[in-house]
């Protein structure tokens, strides 16, 4: 059987580890202030112990981590899909093109255009949405107004940044770009989103007039300036991701294996 490889859009789901048998920055200073010592009290001793034990546990995968290895367990193995679509999956695969555009435009990289190049390594697997010369950049199109970053100072969604991170393992790139694009959302989402709100308001999917206006107004853009409709986020890849990665993915195969 060929090893498991975690495709990038996934391997943020891995690359957390059990807290509890992982020593943190600042339990390691505790730790060499305790061997440093001469003489512990017994308190201090058995603080000691416990320390060392942590710091030489070899890494375990978090409880959400091994999750997603039984999902994708139960998916290679019994063919058992945990969700088949979404009204986000649907916008951003229907407007991912006019996202390109926009992130073309911004970012003043012209003739950017979709890839469909797949890749895979020892590791990983992937095809990034976007690769340029010097760079990968991925695009996520929000849902709505309402869900996009207009504040944001940094990515917080540290899903996205190892996917970014896996696109650039893959492609041998050092830099990348993730960009958060406001596009408007095609006709027929609106009309799907209509009739929610109809049922969730109790009109038994005879949409009111009230229900199109409210959508309506949610998805209007008409006050947002197009230079205001995305936001990127730079991401570098470090020799430490690499073998953060490398490392995870290990982990998880061999959990993956624990399975069969």
Same mark, same amino acid.
């Given at each position: 059987?060929?090893?498991?490889?975690?495709?990038?859009?996934?391997?943020?789901? $891995?690359?957390?580890?059990?807290?509890?048998?992982? $020593?943190?920055?600042? %339990?390691?200073?505790?730790?060499?202030?305790?061997?440093?010592?001469?003489?512990?009290?017994?308190?201090?001793?058995?603080?000691?112990?416990?320390?060392?034990?942590?710091?030489?546990?070899?890494?375990?995968?978090?409880?959400?981590?091994? *999750?997603? +290895?039984?999902?994708?367990?139960?998916?290679?193995?019994?063919?058992?899909? %945990?969700?088949?679509?979404?009204?986000?999956?649907?916008?951003?695969?229907?407007?991912?093109?006019?996202? $390109?555009?926009?992130?073309? +435009?911004?970012?003043?990289?012209?003739?950017?255009?979709?890839?469909?190049?797949?890749?895979?390594?020892?590791?990983?697997?992937?095809?990034?949405?976007?690769?340029?010369?010097?760079?990968?950049?991925? /695009?996520? *199109? *929000?849902?709505?107004?309402?869900?996009?970053?207009?504040?944001?100072?940094?990515?917080?969604?540290? /899903?996205?940044?190892?996917?970014?991170?896996?696109?650039?393992?893959?492609?041998?790139?050092?830099?990348?770009?993730?960009?958060?694009?406001?596009?408007?959302?095609?006709? /027929?989402?609106?009309?799907?989103?209509?009739?929610?709100?109809?049922?969730?308001?109790?009109?038994?999917?005879?949409?009111?007039?009230?229900?199109?206006?409210?959508?309506?107004?949610?998805?209007?853009?008409?006050?947002?300036?197009?230079?205001?409709? $995305?936001?990127?986020?730079? +991401?570098?890849?470090?020799?430490?991701? +690499?073998?953060?990665?490398? %490392?995870?993915?290990?982990?998880?195969?061999?959990?993956?294996?624990?399975?069969?």
């Amino acid at each position: 059987m060929n090893p498991l490889k975690i495709r990038a859009s996934s391997l943020g789901k $891995i690359m957390n580890l059990d807290n509890t048998c992982t $020593i943190t920055e600042k %339990q390691l200073l505790t730790l060499e202030g305790l061997l440093l010592k001469v003489k512990l009290t017994d308190k201090q001793a058995e603080l000691r112990d416990v320390l060392i034990k942590k710091r030489d546990a070899l890494p375990i995968l978090s409880t959400g981590a091994k *999750s997603y +290895i039984r999902e994708l367990h139960l998916y290679l193995t019994k063919g058992v899909r %945990q969700e088949i679509n979404s009204k986000y999956i649907d916008k951003g695969n229907e407007v991912e093109s006019l996202s $390109i555009e926009l992130a073309s +435009i911004m970012l003043e990289k012209e003739g950017l255009y979709k890839n469909d190049e797949y890749f895979s390594n020892d590791y990983l697997t992937g095809t990034p949405d976007v690769i340029t010369e010097d760079s990968v950049i991925d /695009v996520k *199109s *929000s849902w709505s107004a309402a869900t996009f970053p207009f504040y944001d100072t940094e990515l917080k969604n540290k /899903v996205y940044e190892w996917q970014l991170k896996a696109y650039m393992m893959l492609t041998g790139k050092s830099l990348s770009y993730l960009c958060y694009c406001l596009v408007p959302t095609p006709e /027929v989402l609106i009309l799907d989103e209509m009739r929610r709100v109809s049922w969730k308001r109790g009109e038994a999917g005879e949409v009111s007039e009230k229900v199109e206006n409210d959508v309506r107004e949610y998805f209007d853009l008409s006050k947002i300036p197009e230079f205001d409709r $995305i936001k990127t986020f730079k +991401i570098e890849l470090t020799f430490e991701d +690499i073998v953060k990665i490398k %490392q995870h993915v290990r982990l998880a195969r061999d959990y993956y294996s624990s399975l069969s």
